[in-house]
């Protein structure tokens, strides 16, 4: 399948000194694209918590190469690489919309919890959604 694409526009509170989008701000662009990229499997984390089901990181791996900066449209591509029992992994990269350039990697480790926290199998309808996002 081909990654989930959701595009994103920095906004002035989130650039650095240097006119940089700050580092932090990465973090939360691919929050916010696997947030609409499960809001488009229908399988938003609103409806996921209802049911009693958490998603949760626990784990985040963010390499950084080029800077973008508040005149850029970036584009976040957000594909799962592999579901495990209780746990999937994900990888995310933002990209410059105008040029296609990379400039921001993620590895991402996703984990399914209860409502208390404790990790748990996903329902199997979430697991065929998720399967919607998976590099094939």
Same mark, same amino acid.
């Given at each position: 399948?081909?990654?989930?694409?959701?595009?994103?526009?920095?906004? *002035?509170?989130?650039?650095?000194? $240097?006119?940089?989008?700050?580092?932090?701000? $990465?973090?939360? $662009? *691919?929050?916010?694209?696997?947030?609409?990229?499960?809001?488009?499997?229908?399988?938003?984390?609103?409806?996921?918590?209802?049911?009693?089901?958490?998603?949760? &990181?626990?784990?985040?791996?963010?390499? *950084?190469?080029?800077?973008?900066?508040?005149?850029?449209?970036?584009?976040?591509?957000? /594909?799962?690489?592999?579901?495990?029992?209780?746990?999937?992994?994900?990888?995310?990269?933002?990209?410059?919309?105008?040029?296609?350039?990379?400039? &921001?990697?993620?590895?991402?480790?996703?984990?399914?919890?209860?409502?208390?926290?404790?990790?748990?199998?996903?329902?199997?309808?979430?697991? /065929?959604?998720?399967?919607?996002?998976?590099?094939?």
């Amino acid at each position: 399948m081909a990654a989930h694409r959701t595009t994103i526009t920095p906004r *002035f509170g989130e650039l650095d000194p $240097y006119n940089h989008v700050n580092h932090a701000a $990465y973090i939360a $662009y *691919f929050e916010a694209a696997r947030c609409v990229a499960l809001d488009d499997i229908d399988m938003s984390l609103s409806d996921l918590s209802d049911r009693g089901f958490q998603i949760v &990181v626990t784990k985040l791996e963010v390499q *950084f190469r080029q800077p973008a900066t508040a005149r850029d449209s970036l584009v976040v591509e957000t /594909q799962i690489q592999e579901m495990k029992r209780v746990s999937s992994n994900w990888r995310q990269q933002i990209l410059r919309e105008s040029d296609g350039a990379v400039l &921001v990697e993620a590895q991402i480790t996703l984990g399914i919890c209860d409502a208390n926290g404790k990790p748990t199998r996903p329902p199997e309808d979430l697991n /065929q959604s998720l399967s919607r996002l998976a590099v094939d």
